[in-house]
Structure formats: structure tokens, C-alpha cells
């Protein structure tokens, strides 16, 4: 639906919601073919004249403009001219076309139920992943008839976030499997205060779209926050789809273990091991050397051939990172003369020169890097820095890590678990006993982080 006629619907809801009575407007939308027989049931449902024509105006706003103006006849034929008045200046023009006379392959209807769910905008230097999101869109229509969880998961900068929120933008992938809306949900690290705040700001959100006498209070407590959530998208939503994204602990998940359907992006493979309905999406490698080249060539308003030589030694460097790339771009765009400047910085592992802000949650690779390790624990952090002694593109067996950390294979094992599900670490299972590596931005940040730790102590011992 034209967005001039969308809004016209929202700015006359509350008369409308007021005035009309939907079962004689819905015999006329469901003659036009606009209205189907499941639509018409669930508006019949609610138990009062009010709460139908509401839930008429919610199946509406789904539309196309085809819709719009069937309910504006519907209007005519049923005498309620002065209803009808209030939508005439804003009628769409249909075109042969449709619904599909849209630019990037996005419709006005679909960017506006995302938008209305709070589901991020394309990143202004944006280049599909098809095959990745191919299989995102798969495991989504998955959750068409039950409930479940879709995990997408990968290290820092991988692109996880971008991904989720273009899967979703899709017409048919809407309608059929998530009839009820999209909510996007950004979680981060957050205390349980913070939690809670999240947790209100999503209720209000869904709280606004209905009918209330009065509007209620925001939940005082997680348990009360989650009963709330957990009925409105049972009984008022139970075909929506709920996107959580940057989760990172099982404390923070449980207060969304709702029976709901949900996209999760990650950093921590495991999260949903006790969740029923779990699909795994793994992001484990980098962009190909032509899509990040491209995205090189958007930043800098230039074509892939136009290209200095540096920029493929730049992402052969990142390893197609999208978020060093993505910095990279951004940097590049300021001061497109520093190709060979940047590519330096790379190879030195000078990752704290690469800082710019960008539509990712880090300014800097060091950062998004640093704050994977923060979680760990203690000890665990300090085993993880051991692993500066691999060398790139070399896979070792638990047993190697074992003479190093002098510890039981079976601890070594655990551990090692604990950094793949984190996406620290990845494990390559076509060997056995099982091969473990680094990814090479991996391996580069904590071989920088050991060197400023050595030039800091050599420091110290000198004063």
C-alpha cells in the first residue's frame, strides 16, 4: 500500500474503529478477492463491534492498494459517505503492475510493516549475500505452522545483523509465514536493568497497535515484563515473528522463551540448545573478494575496475570482513588517497588506526574483537591468549593445546567448546580427532593485543 494511503488509514483509525461495522464492509472486500475467509474469521472472532472493526483496520494496513480502495467502496455501499470522505483525497493509482512496481525489490507495503516493527534500514553501502540469505528465508519457513527458533551465528563483524534484517523483507515470506508482524528487538550486553527497559520498550510497542481503555502501566519487574510479552504474542500476535538481535547469554534469552517464533543473531552458537523448534545458521566466512570490492567501489563512488591494486590486498588481508571492510569503505571515502596508508595498518595489525564511525555497534576491529573475549571467564581468557603461538591457515587437535595449557585432554576439550560456541575459535569436523584453528582477524588481534601487553610490562620493569 502507498505510504500517502497508509498513513490517510492511520490518521482516520480512531473514527473509524468507532463508526463502522466490519461484517457488512467484509462480504464487498471478500467479493473484490482482497479479503480472505481465514481474514474474515479472525475479525468475526473478537467479541465486540469496536475490536472487529479494529481488527478489520489491522488486516487492512497489511494490504495493497488494490485493499484500500475496496474498503473505500465498501464504505460507499454500505451509506457510510462521510467515512469514505476521509480516505477519497488519498486514493492510490493502481498500476498494471502492482504491488511490483517497487524499487530494490522492496514494496511500499512490505517497508512499511518493517518499519513499523522497528526492523533497521539497508546499511547505506549495502551488497547482497544470496546464498546466506537463501538459507536464512529456508529455515524462516520453517516456523510457518509451529513455533521455534531460527539462530544465526557468527564471529564479531561477520555481517550477522544485516543479514537478519534483509531476510525478512520479502512479501511472500511475510504473508505466509509471519501474517502478524515483524519486531526487531536490538538486545546487545545489557544489565537487568537494561533488560527490563528492552522489555517495556517492546510491550509498549505491541500495546500501541490495539484497542484499550486506558493505556496500561509499563511492567515493573522481568517476570512481570514476560508474562506480558508472552501474552500479547500468544493471544494477539501468535503469527508474528520476533527478531533478537546481538544476544549474548542464556540469562537474557529466557526472558524470551515465550513459545513464540524468533530470529536470533549471536555470537554464541549454544544459546538455544534448551529451546524447542532450533535451526542453526552458521556465518563463518567472510564476504568473497568480489562482493567486498564491490562494497570498496560503492564507498569510494567508483567502478571495481577503476580499483588500485591495494584494494585486493586489503581484502585478502580482512579475509573478506565485513566489518573491516565496511570501516575500511567508510575511511576510504574521507581520504581515498590512503589506500596504501589503510593496507599497512592492516599488515602491521595496527587495528586501533582503523576507527571510524560506522553502522556497526564498534567503531574499531579491536573493539568488537575485545568485547567476544570480555565474556569469557577469567581463566579462560587467559588460555584463549595462548592461542597467539598458532600459525595462520594451521589446524591443530585438541592434543596440541593440551601440551600447551598442560591441562587433561577431556578440560581441553570443554574449553575448546566453549570458544567455538562463542565463535572464538572454529573446528573443522571432516578431521578426526577434530582440527581447531583461528580466523586469520582472530589470530592478528590477539597477536597485537600480546605484543602491546610485552612493550607495557618491558615499560614497567624500566621505571
Known amino acids: 500500500m502507498e505510504e500517502r494511503a497508509r498513513s490517510c488509514l492511520l490518521?482516520?483509525?480512531?473514527?473509524?474503529?468507532?463508526?463502522?461495522?466490519?461484517?457488512?464492509?467484509?462480504?464487498?472486500?471478500?467479493?473484490?478477492?482482497?479479503?480472505?475467509?481465514?481474514e474474515e474469521e479472525r475479525v468475526l472472532s473478537k467479541p465486540t463491534r469496536r475490536e472487529q472493526a479494529a481488527a478489520l483496520l489491522e488486516v487492512l494496513l497489511w494490504k495493497d492498494n488494490r485493499a484500500y480502495i475496496s474498503f473505500y467502496n465498501a464504505l460507499i455501499r454500505e451509506s457510510y459517505g462521510d467515512l469514505a470522505s476521509l480516505l477519497h483525497n488519498d486514493l492510490p493509482q493502481l498500476s498494471p503492475e502492482g504491488e511490483k512496481s517497487y524499487s530494490n525489490g522492496i514494496s511500499p507495503t512490505v517497508q512499511a510493516i518493517l518499519s513499523e516493527g522497528g526492523v533497521p534500514q539497508r546499511p547505506v553501502v549495502f551488497v547482497n549475500r544470496p546464498a546466506l540469505l537463501n538459507k536464512v528465508r529456508e529455515k524462516l519457513y520453517k516456523l510457518q505452522n509451529a513455533v521455534g527458533w531460527v539462530t544465526v551465528f557468527g564471529m564479531a563483524g561477520s555481517g550477522k545483523s544485516v543479514l537478519a534484517a534483509e531476510s525478512v523483507k520479502d512479501h511472500t515470506l511475510i504473508k505466509e509465514c509471519f501474517p502478524d508482524g515483524i519486531h526487531w528487538l536490538s538486545v546487545g550486553q545489557c544489565e537487568r536493568a537494561d533488560l527490563l527497559v528492552r522489555l517495556q520498550s517492546l510491550c509498549f510497542r505491541l500495546e500501541q497497535?490495539?484497542?484499550?481503555?486506558?493505556?496500561?502501566?509499563?511492567?515493573?519487574?522481568?517476570?512481570?515484563?514476560?508474562?506480558?510479552?508472552?501474552?500479547?504474542?500468544?493471544?494477539?500476535?501468535?503469527?508474528?515473528?520476533?527478531?533478537?538481535?546481538?544476544?549474548?547469554?542464556?540469562?537474557?534469552?529466557?526472558?524470551?522463551?515465550?513459545?513464540?517464533?524468533?530470529?536470533?543473531?549471536?555470537?554464541?552458537?549454544?544459546?538455544t540448545d534448551s529451546v524447542s523448534g532450533r535451526y542453526l545458521v552458521p556465518v563463518e566466512s567472510g564476504l568473497d573478494e568480489e562482493k567486498a570490492?564491490?562494497?570498496?567501489?560503492?564507498?569510494?563512488?567508483?567502478k571495481l575496475h577503476n580499483l588500485p591494486e591495494q584494494a585486493r590486498s586489503i581484502v585478502k588481508e580482512c579475509k573478506g570482513s565485513p566489518l573491516v571492510v565496511s570501516l575500511i569503505g567508510a575511511l576510504l571515502r574521507e581520504f581515498p588517497e590512503r589506500w596504501g596508508y589503510y593496507l599497512r595498518q592492516l599488515q602491521k595489525k595496527q587495528f586501533q588506526r582503523i576507527r571510524k564511525s560506522s553502522s556497526y555497534d564498534y567503531e574499531a576491529l579491536d573493539q568488537a574483537m575485545d568485547a567476544s573475549l570480555q565474556v569469557l571467564k577469567k581463566e579462560h581468557r587467559e588460555l584463549y591468549k595462548d592461542?597467539?603461538?598458532?600459525?595462520?591457515?594451521?589446524?591443530?587437535?585438541?592434543?596440541?593445546?593440551s601440551v600447551l595449557w598442560g591441562k587433561e585432554l577431556e578440560?581441553?576439550?570443554?574449553?575448546?567448546?566453549?570458544?567455538?560456541?562463542?565463535?572464538?575459535?572454529?573446528?573443522?569436523?571432516?578431521?578426526?580427532p577434530y582440527l581447531y584453528y583461528l580466523h586469520d582477524l582472530q589470530l592478528d588481534f590477539l597477536t597485537d593485543s600480546c605484543v602491546e601487553l610485552l612493550c607495557y610490562f618491558l615499560l614497567l620493569t624500566t621505571l
Request: proline share 4%; with cysteine.
Open 411 to 432: 578440560d581441553v576439550e570443554d574449553v575448546l567448546q566453549e570458544f567455538v560456541n562463542k565463535s572464538l575459535l572454529f573446528r573443522d569436523c571432516n578431521q578426526r
Open 11 to 38: 490518521r482516520s483509525r480512531a473514527t473509524l474503529e468507532q463508526d463502522i461495522k466490519a461484517s457488512y464492509l467484509m462480504d464487498h472486500m471478500i467479493s473484490d478477492g482482497v479479503l480472505t475467509g481465514v
Open 387 to 401: 592461542l597467539s603461538v598458532l600459525e595462520k591457515d594451521v589446524k591443530v587437535p585438541a592434543k596440541v593445546l
Open 209 to 271: 497497535s490495539q484497542v484499550s481503555e486506558a493505556p496500561l502501566r509499563p511492567p515493573s519487574s522481568l517476570e512481570e515484563a514476560k508474562e506480558r510479552l508472552r501474552f500479547l504474542m500468544l493471544r494477539r500476535f501468535p503469527r508474528a515473528l520476533l527478531i533478537l538481535d546481538d544476544v549474548w547469554d542464556s540469562y537474557t534469552l529466557r526472558a524470551f522463551d515465550i513459545q513464540c517464533r524468533v530470529l536470533l543473531t549471536t555470537r554464541n552458537r549454544s544459546l
Open 293 to 302: 570490492l564491490e562494497i570498496l567501489a560503492l564507498y569510494v563512488n567508483g
